[in-house]
């Protein structure tokens, strides 16, 4: 496991926008995903590709940013998973969204299918690798 390191990230335009979102949303997210939103809103991680618990290879995108403004925000597909009882956090290149599931990480695809990937956020970006 190699350190992550985050590239074109977009300040948060609105220092409060995660506690308002919590709020808005009555969602409660983890405080090692609030952390890394702060940190890294929007950001692309380096390394970048994760396997889910079922073995198979994935992309991160990019993490969904807090700034309505911005083109990949948590704000266009909230009100679609908020139904589903999951957050979503990332995306991965081809439109699939990383999610906390409870604690829990999965992958959502779009063919309305979740998938295991790691048992909290910081085992998520822990599990970050490079493809060789």
Same mark, same amino acid.
């Given at each position: 496991?190699?350190? *992550?390191?985050?590239?074109?990230?977009? +300040? !948060?335009?609105? !220092?409060?926008? *995660?506690?308002?979102?919590?709020?808005?949303?009555? &969602?409660? &997210? +983890?405080?090692?995903?609030?952390?890394?939103?702060?940190?890294?809103? $929007?950001?692309?991680? %380096? +390394?970048?590709?994760?396997?889910?618990?079922?073995?198979?290879? =994935?992309? #991160?995108?990019?993490?969904?940013? =807090?700034? +309505?403004?911005? &083109?990949?925000? *948590? =704000?266009?597909?909230? %009100?679609?998973?908020?139904?589903?009882?999951?957050?979503?956090?990332? #995306?991965? %290149?081809?439109?699939? =969204?990383?999610?906390?599931?409870?604690?829990?990480? #999965?992958?959502? *695809?779009?063919?309305?299918?979740?998938?295991? #990937?790691?048992?909290?956020?910081?085992?998520? &970006? %822990? $599990?970050?690798?490079?493809?060789?």
């Amino acid at each position: 496991m190699s350190e *992550v390191h985050w590239n074109k990230i977009k +300040p !948060l335009t609105n !220092l409060d926008a *995660v506690t308002q979102f919590e709020s808005k949303y009555h &969602i409660t &997210i +983890p405080n090692d995903l609030k952390n890394c939103i702060i940190e890294h809103n $929007g950001g692309r991680p %380096s +390394p970048n590709t994760i396997k889910t618990k079922n073995g198979k290879e =994935y992309d #991160v995108k990019l993490l969904l940013s =807090y700034n +309505p403004e911005d &083109i990949e925000t *948590v =704000y266009k597909c909230i %009100s679609y998973f908020c139904e589903k009882k999951l957050l979503p956090f990332a #995306v991965d %290149s081809s439109g699939n =969204y990383y999610c906390m599931c409870g604690n829990k990480v #999965v992958l959502w *695809v779009q063919s309305d299918e979740t998938y295991d #990937v790691s048992d909290s956020f910081s085992a998520f &970006i %822990s $599990g970050l690798y490079e493809l060789s």
